[in-house]
C-alpha cells in the first residue's frame, strides 16, 4: 500500500481498509455521495493512483454532495466545495477524482446507474441504506459493490441517532445483505456485494 503514509487526518480509523478494498476491487467507476472536504475521495485517489503506477489500471472517484450546510444530513456537516477542491489539488490528484454537485436520492432514483464501486456517506442512517440498495440492487447482482460510513451496533447508538429517532442500520442488515468490515467501532464501515459472484 504506496500511499498509506499519506492519508488524510480523519476521524475515520478505518481509511486503511478503504484503501486495501480499493486495491482488490479495483474499479474503473467509482462513485462517491458525501464529498465533505474530500478525505474518504482522497484516499480512495491514492488507492488509484497506486494502481495505475503498478498496473497501468485507470479508474477515477466521481464524488458528489449536495454541498449546502445541513443539507439533509441534519447533524451539522460543514461541507464546501472549495474546500474540497484544495485539498483534492494539493493531493495532486486532479486526474484521479472529479468533484461535483449531486444529490444521493436523485442518483438512487436514476435509471441507468455506471458503477463498480459506490461508497456513500451522507450522514447515514437505516432508511438511507434501504433507499440505497433499492436503488442499486441491478448493479450489485451485476458484480457492482457499495461500502458505506456505519452498520456497527455502537455506530447506531450515537447520540444524534437516538435524538432524531432514525431508522438504526442493523435494522435493515438482513434486508440488504451487508457485511461489517469494522466491528466495535462507532465510525464504522460495511460492503455489499453479490455472495453469488466474490467472497470476502
Ligand atoms: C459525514 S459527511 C461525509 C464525510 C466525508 N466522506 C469525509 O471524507 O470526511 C456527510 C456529507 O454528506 C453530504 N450529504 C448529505 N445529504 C446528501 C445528499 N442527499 N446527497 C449528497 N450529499 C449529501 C453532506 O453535505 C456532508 O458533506
Redesign the pocket.
Known amino acids: 500500500m504506496k500511499y498509506i503514509h499519506i492519508l488524510p487526518q480523519?476521524k475515520y480509523p478505518w481509511l486503511e481498509v478503504l484503501y486495501s478494498m480499493v486495491l482488490d476491487i479495483k474499479p474503473k467507476v467509482i462513485v462517491e455521495?458525501?464529498?465533505?472536504?474530500?478525505?474518504?475521495?482522497i484516499v480512495m485517489g491514492l488507492a488509484l493512483k497506486e494502481l495505475y503506477e503498478k498496473k497501468q489500471h485507470k479508474g477515477t472517484v466521481h464524488t458528489?454532495?449536495?454541498?449546502?450546510q445541513q443539507?439533509?444530513?441534519e447533524i451539522g456537516?460543514s461541507?464546501s466545495y472549495n474546500i474540497a477542491v484544495q485539498n483534492i489539488q494539493r493531493y495532486g490528484l486532479q486526474d484521479y477524482i472529479k468533484v461535483d454537485r449531486?444529490?444521493?436520492?436523485e442518483f438512487c432514483d436514476r435509471p441507468n446507474k455506471d458503477f463498480d464501486l459506490l461508497y456513500f456517506?451522507?450522514?447515514n442512517d437505516g432508511d438511507k441504506v434501504l433507499e440505497m440498495y433499492k436503488g442499486c440492487v441491478e448493479n450489485i447482482k451485476q458484480g457492482s459493490v457499495v461500502i458505506f460510513e456505519g452498520g456497527s451496533q455502537v455506530r447506531d447508538d450515537v447520540e444524534w441517532m437516538n435524538r432524531l429517532n432514525k431508522t438504526k442500520i442493523n435494522d435493515v442488515k438482513d434486508a440488504v445483505g451487508y457485511d461489517l468490515l469494522t466491528p466495535n467501532q462507532k465510525y464504522s464501515c460495511s460492503i455489499i456485494f453479490d455472495k453469488e459472484k466474490y467472497s470476502l
Not at 455521495?33 to 475521495?41: I, L, N, R, S, V
Not at 458528489?64 to 449546502?68: E, G, K, N, R, V
Not at 449531486?102 to 436520492?105: I, K, R, S, Y
Open positions: 480523519h455521495y458525501g464529498t465533505e472536504h474530500a478525505g474518504t475521495a458528489y454532495d449536495t454541498f449546502q443539507s439533509k444530513g456537516s461541507p449531486g444529490d444521493f436520492f456517506d451522507i450522514d
